[in-house]
Nanobody, 115 residues
Framework: QVQLVESGGGLVQAGGSLRLSCATSGRTSDINGMGWYRQAPGKQRELVASINKNGGTYCADDVKGRFTISRDNAKITIDLQMNSLKPDDTAVYYC?????????WGQGTQVTVSS
């Protein structure tokens, strides 16, 4: 079992920045890929960014150039630096981690971007 806890969400004006963090506990030595999804009201959950153990990253097209995902392999944490935020980025952001083919989720953190 792995537990994930997100932090860093909040309210920000358009054009501003936020940094989300995801801390892990439990069988963290078995964690492989990690990343972030988001879910806006009335929409499906969508992948925002991911990072593997070797540091390889992926960012969705609509956040590329604005969001950066990073990982600390010693602490088994990931961050999501979000710059130039837009109202469309408003959503609950969820951290996830893959452990032996199973995906574990955090509880989510709300990000609200005002226009």
């Amino acid at each position: 079992q792995v537990q994930l806890v997100e932090s860093g969400g909040g309210l920000v004006q358009a054009g501003g920045s936020l940094r989300l963090s995801c801390a892990t506990s439990g069988r963290t030595s078995d964690i492989n890929g990690m990343g972030w999804y988001r879910q806006a009201p009335g929409k499906q959950r969508e992948l925002v960014a991911s990072i593997n153990k070797n540091g390889g990253t992926y960012c969705a097209d609509d956040v590329k150039g604005r969001f950066t995902i990073s990982r600390d392999n010693a602490k088994i944490t990931i961050d999501l630096q979000m710059n130039s935020l837009k109202p469309d980025d408003t959503a609950v952001y969820y951290c996830y981690a893959f452990v032996r083919g199973l995906r574990f989720w955090g509880q989510g953190t709300q990000v609200t971007v005002s226009s």
